[in-house]
């Protein structure tokens, strides 16, 4: 690899820093760059059925528009009670992309009368890697909890407010970026990845 750097597909400031300090250590010498550090190139829509799906499409296209190796994920928040949802619909599921205040609004409305016991639900994060030369890894992992029914923390970003990790008694927006890190479904997923990212990009 010429430069030496590792391309974080990301834009949200918050999810870079998380993911910087998951790899930074992953490859000695390998500078951790997010989107805003390249040049601007046009993003694909995130059309996937599945958040693996659209993990390795944002990976691709890094890949394909900056010749890097390229890390990318694609997670969001699945509600027993929803069937689901908003799943890969969670950064947009009140119909404006990255508004957490309008999407964690429509969510609570719509668990307004779901009782505690089937609040239950899970983050979902599929991480992948793909390297120039067409190397692709992809992981999924998941944290269960549920929905409680106030915002509460301010750390943390998206639906991290209302949820409620299973054996915990604070919300992910209450927990500090180490102990988020240990429990997290991205955490756990770019943990996995962090070994998988040290063989195909360290070896170049």
Known sequence: M?????????????????????????VPGVAVVGLRDVPEYPEAPETGATFAENALLKAREAVRHTGLPAVADDSGLTVDALNGMPGVLSARWSGRHGDDAANTALLLGQLADVPDERRGGAFVCAAAVVTPDGAERVIER???????????????FGYDPVFLPDGLDRTAAELTAEEKDARS????????????VAELVGRS
């Open 2 to 26: 010429s430069d030496r750097r590792l391309l974080l597909a990301t834009r949200n400031p918050g999810k870079l820093a998380e993911l910087q300090r998951l790899l930074r250590s992953a």
């Open 185 to 196: 479904h991205r955490g756990q997923a770019f943990a996995a990845l962090v070994p998988l």
């Open 142 to 156: 998941s944290w269960r909890g549920q929905v409680v029914r106030e915002a509460r923390g301010g750390n943390g």
